[in-house]
């Protein structure tokens, strides 16, 4: 009977020792996934570029194909200049500056308000947009000739897209038509004007629409607005929806919020920067705008709410908003917004706070937290995962005529 109750008792001692080493162990993992968490979104800056001009066009791409992001670029865009990128690299220091063209295949020299990369060819390698054009400060109306450069393994093949009327301001790349191939929207401001290019092959680029609209200026992205399959266009908050397979036909004109195009005045006036992408996973894309140039407009979000559009006002006013980005930045899973003041027009607007602010999101498109991780102002920043380590870094130009280019870390992995 002694025995028995030995047994017993050692039966029960062993069990719950198990149960206080799985207790243990769970305490552990609770406390391991809190700390997660709780890890703070923050950032670590450097410079990676000290020889900047005039970098109104530039774009963090992987160009060589090492998977970290390099830096492409337009120099002096002002008067015109070279095409090229500086590898991107993981250590500290400079980065290393390749020249993919000194000047376009007709002569003249480079220059855009935007510039992109793209799978021209579907080939599995990034090839570079490129523009002739003698600059907005030097000529803004001449014509503007368009190319693309394809990449070869360190060669680059030019081919020739097409002309646009006047300097190039926004320029989006989507297969319009789902046909496979990629397809091109070009947004002129002196004309007021936006090109659609339907891609037949990589020598043969039609322009199926050439939109003339006096309120057309600066700001454009593209994404499913309606749910059918088919990327749209917003461009100076004007919404042109596709029509799907044959781009030939009329593209649905409809005006998302008129404060963003109803402005008269100087060359300023209907300046937008936009940002377009599907938040929710319901198919039909949200619409992020600001105003790139002038004082006193918010930062807003738009939500499609059956045929017509919901509003929420992100911040009330963010001057010279010439940065705008939507990224998950602390990966907890939902989207968050970058916005920043470019300094050197805001200077201009008497304005002393050059914030670059993320606002996180706290659950849902409506409700923000902003965080200023940033006081001395960026232009046209863009976020990336440039060292693929699964966060989103920042590349930052301070403002339009800055001489240095830095990259903003994220240390939150």
Known sequence: M???????FLLGFLAMTGIFQSCKQE????????SVAKKQL????RK???SAKYWWAHTPVDITGDEIADLLFINNNSGGGYLGYYKGQKEDGLWELEIIAEKPITGGLFASGELEAADMDGDGDTDVF???HPGEWADAGATAEIFWYENSNGTWKPHTIGTAPDAIKDVSFADFDSDGKLDMALLTFDEHTLSIFRQEDRDTWQRVQFIENEVLHEGMDVGDLNKDGHPDIVATG????SPGSDLSQPWVEENLDEQWNNQEGDWSRNGTKTFVRDVDGDGAAEIYMGHSERAGYPLVVYKRSGDSWDSVTISDSIPACHTLQVHDFDLDGDFDIMAGINKGRAVNLDKTNFDVSIFLNEGDYTNYKEMVIETNGIYNGQAIDYDGDGDMDIFRYPDHEATDFFI???QIN
């Open 2 to 8: 002694k025995k028995d109750v030995t047994y017993v």
């Open 27 to 34: 305490k552990k993992k609770e406390a391991t996934t809190e």
């Open 42 to 45: 923050a950032f670590q800056q």
């Open 48 to 50: 990676i570029v000290d």
């Open 130 to 132: 490129a523009v002739k």
């Open 238 to 241: 004007m919404i042109y929806y």
């Open 408 to 410: 903003l870390e994220n």
